[in-house]
T-cell receptor, first 116, second 115 residues
Framework: EAQVTQNPRYLITVTGKKLTVTCSQNMNHEYMSWYRQDPGLGLRQIYYSMNVEVTDKGDVPEGYKVSRKEKRNFPLILESPSPNQTSLYFC???????????????FGDGTRLSIL | AQSVAQPEDQVNVAEGNPLTVKCTYSVSGNPYLFWYVQYPNRGLQFLLKYITGDNLVKGSYGFEAEFNKSQTSFHLKKPSALVSDSALYFCAVRPSTSGTYKYIFGTGTRLKVLA
């Protein structure tokens, strides 16, 4: 089944304890992205990647890191989490990013992070 | 600044009636526009997109949207609402500016279809 898989689905942790949220897609998609969803703010893009070793900042990158060493994986790293990073996080992927063949994004089911 | 606005936090409609969920955008260049739907405890699901061509776009589950360049709008519509359409709807835009590969989402509109 074609899907975007995020782990963990839920995590409660404490300020300053490094954490990684994994994201994997099995569709050979080029474009991958991370979003956070907050009430009243909708989805905001954190980072995106157009291919292996090609990443760029979205609108809210502060406090986050990403890497794209393999095409299928795009982990989100919080090196020193803080309470304002408590949110619902979504990973997404799409087949292409160029405007000629632009395809919609497929989303994972989300990771709810609580940072105390 | 580039932005997407969904002016209504919630839209209520009776089952069988037509529904409209509004979206306006402010981006440079020609936008690429999308609608997504989110059900509880799930990720977003794609409904439809406008890249170029015909201003009226048809998508999944009987939804359609009309791109209006002069009004910078991309409203989502359905002729006859179902209770199962109740969900959270997001409008998204990717500016066509060269070198821009970001997506901008609206704040979401909760659709409630009443039986």
């Amino acid at each position: 089944e074609a899907q975007v898989t995020q782990n963990p689905r839920y995590l409660i942790t404490v300020t300053g304890k490094k954490l990684t949220v994994t994201c994997s897609q099995n569709m050979n998609h080029e474009y991958m992205s991370w979003y956070r969803q907050d009430p009243g703010l909708g989805l905001r893009q954190i980072y995106y990647s157009m291919n292996v070793e090609v990443t760029d900042k979205g609108d809210v990158p502060e406090g986050y890191k990403v890497s794209r060493k393999e095409k299928r994986n795009f982990p989100l790293i919080l090196e020193s989490p803080s309470p304002n990073q408590t949110s619902l996080y979504f990973c997404a992927s799409s087949l292409s990013w160029d405007r000629v063949t632009l395809q919609p994004q497929h989303f994972g089911d989300g990771t709810r992070l609580s940072i105390l | 600044a580039q932005s997407v606005a969904q002016p209504e936090d919630q839209v209520n409609v009776a089952e069988g009636n037509p529904l409209t969920v509004k979206c306006t955008y402010s981006v440079s260049g020609n936008p690429y526009l999308f609608w997504y739907v989110q059900y509880p405890n799930r990720g977003l699901q794609f409904l439809l997109k406008y890249i170029t061509g015909d201003n009226l776009v048809k998508g999944s589950y009987g939804f359609e949207a009309e791109f209006n360049k002069s009004q910078t709008s991309f409203h989502l519509k359905k002729p006859s609402a179902l209770v199962s359409d109740s969900a959270l709807y997001f409008c998204a835009v990717r500016p066509s500016t060269s070198g821009t590969y970001k997506y901008i989402f609206g704040t979401g509109t909760r659709l409630k279809v009443l039986a």
